[in-house]
């Protein structure tokens, strides 16, 4: 009995705490920058707009809060839950611990896209950079997708596919900066390619937290499906999933995800990589507790980031993914380090 208790009440308790450190880390994001504002004043903005609190707030303090960092806090969050719930769909789907949201070449194809506009100013004035990013990671994952069905589809090819195309994009995108740029619009690109939520509005607010969350219930909803690829294709086929059409399903909601984070922020890697390793040593493998617990740590991480973007340097910001490299990269040698020790 005492057993079903802990059961039902620590993954409630986790939650709780992983929300609570979401929504502080948030308020900490909204009043930390060039003009510092107290936590409670940023509480009480937000009150204000939110719900008609009838708070007293500085306008400037207020434009501050609501018009640019609340947006950029929100948005960040997002792009984090949805990288790392990106990172656990592939690593079971593939069954490579090493798999993350870009082995699919989706962010080389969004990077080839925003540059096409960016550069070469195909669809300029009718088409954003945003929208030019979008289009560029479909065509990428619809490309890598012909590539491994036409390799046979398996996990393995996959991967070669995603790494083919990536390096495709890549090129075409270096060629076309190359030949094409001049020097404002090189560093543009090269600031872009780096991650930057410098731009971000509540436009793309309404366009990030719902992918987010749609694609968490759609995950959610697979969780057990997901349980069964753990242990190989033939083993999900055995437990009654429909193996081929699961698969393409979620690699869709994957490029999905991706592709609308990459078109918003650019291209930040290790969050993917990176946070599922760190959710399993609190949440296990099981996917009905990993998935949710994955979402917030990555949310967690990626405001954290834009946080220390901000203040790392004075009177400048790092790209976000400039940020996440340096705090991932060491993060996932001591994952390795303690995975070969536990082996």
Known sequence: MSARRSAWWLPLAVTVFFLALLGFMISLAVSIGEISIPLDTTVKAIMKRAFGMPFEISRIHEGVIWDYRLSRALVAASAGAALALCGVILQALLRNPLAEPFVLGISAGASTGAVCIMVLGI??????????????????FLLVSLLAAGAGGSSDRIILAGVAGSQLFNALTSYIVTTSANAEQARGVMFWLLGSLSGVRWPDVYLAAPVALLGFVFCAAHARALDAFMFGTDTAAGLGIPVRRVRITLLGVTALMTATVVSIVGCIGFVGLVIPHAARFIAGSGHQ?????????????????????????????????????????PAFAFILYRARRAA
Do not use: E, K, N, W
């Open 289 to 329: 507790r990993l998935l949710p617990v994955s979402a917030m740590i990555g949310a967690i991480f990626m405001v954290a980031a834009d946080i220390v973007s901000r203040i790392i340097i004075p009177q400048q910001i790092l790209p976000i993914g400039v940020v996440t490299a340096l705090f991932g990269a």
């Open 123 to 140: 669809g300029y004035g009718v088409l954003t950079l945003s929208t030019g990013a979008f289009l560029g990671a479909v065509v990428a």
